[in-house]
């Protein structure tokens, strides 16, 4: 099936694929910030985002970290202390997340330094109205599939306000971009399942609900994995990360239920604390035979953002053959868009 391009082809109706491969371009994206952001007092940064819209603060907090506080909200309210030392970022691809439009409300009373990132929709009319910083990202996808815009937009702003070393960055992504471009090419649709790890692993999965783990420089990766089955695939799915995994759910995987239908995913990475991998090691041994043997993934590359970023963009390959596996079309998403209007139907 999935060494059937004509079947790929057919199902893939929007070319999930295609944009899967060119996920590392988005690193390379040149923004500009209009009206210009200028500030020399942030304390604290506060990002708003859901789902997908989220995960560029997220991954930032793994790479490449910044020394103030950062909270990130995915809710319809701000922390309490959000005030005109706080930079808040709100961030929306369509920019019509009900969330995000409450949370600016709220950062506009508070006297917040605002930002915005979005491809258009109120967010983008509210910042040009009364002219809150904007970058602007390209439109026409589906949120999930613009994570990396997002995430180098982020990083952009943070630039500019001081909090990460300008060019530095700009360095580091663009090496990651050569870097991902390569990879991307073991996992592409023309090369065969024997030698194809993302079908592969796909092929493992099918039939079964599954578990991303990670530990905390790949949480973001384990949710973003989290979002692409349940997306893409249609699949359901969860994460978790470790070391919390061995206060609470380390002992759940020995009662219910007997029969586990689950497949178990151990993202791992070598800049990990030891403890962390060590965690993943005796789990998996004092597990044996009263959970599923976990799939390990273990990242590639010879630097954090590098393993990061690698590990994100095979979670996307992998679910998108999951989907095709599940004779799903990876890119609509009927259903949640019928919540939405529904949601906001008065």
Not at 25 to 31: F, G, H, K, V
Not at 75 to 96: C, E, H, M, Q, R
Not at 280 to 304: C, I, K, Y
Not at 326 to 342: G, I, M, Q, S
Request: net charge negative.
């Amino acid at each position: 099936m999935l060494d059937d391009l004509k079947f790929i082809h057919e199902k893939d109706k929007s070319d999930a694929l295609g944009l899967a491969a060119k996920e590392c371009q988005q690193l390379l994206a040149e923004y500009k910030i209009e009206p210009e952001l200028k500030s020399d007092h942030v304390y604290n940064v506060v990002f708003a985002g859901m789902g997908g819209s989220a995960l560029a603060a997220l991954l930032s907090r793994t790479w490449p970290t910044i020394n103030k506080p950062f909270e990130v909200v995915r809710g319809y309210k701000l922390p309490s202390y959000v005030d005109s030392d706080t930079l808040f970022i709100a961030s929306s691809y369509s920019g019509n997340t009900e969330e995000e439009l409450e949370c600016l409300a709220q950062a506009e009373i508070a006297g917040a330094q605002i930002v915005v990132i979005s491809s258009g929709g109120q967010l983008v009319d509210i910042a040009k109205t009364k002219g809150h910083p904007l970058v602007l990202i390209p439109s026409h996808m589906q949120p999930r599939y613009a994570v990396l815009y997002s995430f180098s937009a982020l990083i952009r702003i943070l630039e500019t306000v001081g909090l990460v070393e300008e060019g530095t960055a700009d360095k580091e992504l663009t090496e990651v971009a050569k870097f991902l471009e390569e990879s991307v090419k073991t996992w592409a649709p023309d090369v065969p399942s024997k030698d194809n790890p993302a079908k592969a692993l796909a092929k493992e999965l099918a039939g079964k609900s599954i578990v991303v783990y990670g530990g905390p420089l790949m949480s973001p990766a384990a949710y973003k994995w989290k979002i692409s089955f349940n997306e893409n695939a249609k699949n359901l799915a969860w994460c978790g990360t470790l070391p919390e995994f061995n206060h609470n759910e380390f002992i759940g995987w020995t009662g219910q239920p007997h029969d586990k239908p689950y497949s178990v995913i151990d993202l791992r990475s070598s800049f990990e604390h030891p403890q962390v991998l060590k965690r993943f090691e005796v789990s998996a041994r004092l597990l044996s035979g009263r959970r599923p043997v976990p799939h390990v993934v273990n990242a590639q590359g010879d630097t954090l953002l590098e393993q990061l970023l690698w590990t994100v963009v095979f979670g996307d390959f992998v679910s998108i053959y999951l989907a095709l596996i599940n004779n799903v079309d990876p890119t609509a998403v009927d259903l949640l868009e019928r919540f939405k209007k529904e949601i906001n139907a008065s």
